[in-house]
């Protein structure tokens, strides 16, 4: 099965600096890539996603990127404020609605003020 | 999208005895996820829930122990049997609207087994 590995489990950062968090998954059949957020207590939301025939991502501060020859994807997020402190969760599937995600095992972002 | 409903938000349970966890989603979905979330780990999938069928469940997990109901498109049960303070965790359903890939989770249930 998938097996997915993510970088740094704990992540310090200055508050205007950049926060970059790197995946590898193992499986090549995967081709959708999502991020999420979870704010302490709170459910996990999606804050970006990518599919396997685009490289790269972008949304206003947050842009992903996929490397899928050598099965690595990455978030980064550029001026970082502290409502950035939460634990992201890389994750990967086949796509679609019936499949299943599997999880990396979470980077802790704290952004200093 | 969709907008998925879980209950209890948390319990306090003693061991021996069993919850059953609800989950309620505002629109048909053909899968529902069943995923652990110990205290400062990842998701781990327990099961998959498919309407009409007996649930998939991963390595690790058995119905036994985690029993799943999914009666309709829009609703899904998830039992914890016999407790034991292992069992402590957060528990969260998922579910992807229909044909989509985005994952939407329910707000988790937190069992405390004591």
């Known amino acids: 099965g998938e097996n997915v590995e993510q970088h740094p489990s704990t992540l310090s950062v200055q508050e205007g600096d950049s926060a970059v968090i790197k995946c590898t998954y193992s499986?090549?059949?995967?081709?959708?890539f999502p991020w999420y957020k979870q704010e302490l207590g709170k459910r996990p939301q999606l804050i970006i996603d990518i599919r396997s025939n685009v490289g790269e991502k972008k949304d206003q501060r947050i842009a992903v990127t996929l490397n899928k020859t050598a099965k690595h994807f990455s978030l980064h997020i550029t001026e970082t404020q502290p409502e950035d402190s939460a634990v992201y969760f890389c994750?990967?599937?086949?796509?679609?609605?019936?499949?299943?995600?599997?999880f990396g095992k979470g980077t802790l972002l704290t952004v200093n003020p | 999208s969709a907008v998925i409903s879980q209950k209890p938000s948390r319990d306090i349970c003693q061991r021996g005895t069993s919850l059953t966890i609800q989950c309620q989603v505002d629109s048909q979905v053909t899968m529902m996820f069943w995923y652990r979330q110990q205290p400062g780990q990842s998701l781990t999938l327990i099961a998959t829930?498919?309407?009409?069928?007996?649930?998939?469940?991963e390595s690790g997990f058995v119905i036994d122990k985690f029993p799943i109901s999914r009666p309709n498109l829009t609703f899904s049960t998830l039992t914890v049997s016999n407790m034991s303070p292992e069992d402590s965790s957060i528990y969260l359903c998922?579910?992807?609207?229909?044909?989509?890939?985005?994952?939407?989770f329910g707000q988790g249930t937190r069992l405390t087994v004591v």
């Open positions: 994750a990967a599937s086949m796509g679609g609605s019936n499949y299943k995600l599997t």
């Open positions: 829930a498919n309407q009409g069928s007996e649930a998939t469940y």
């Open positions: 998922s579910s992807k609207g229909e044909g989509g890939t985005e994952a939407f």
């Open positions: 499986d090549s059949a995967s081709n959708y």
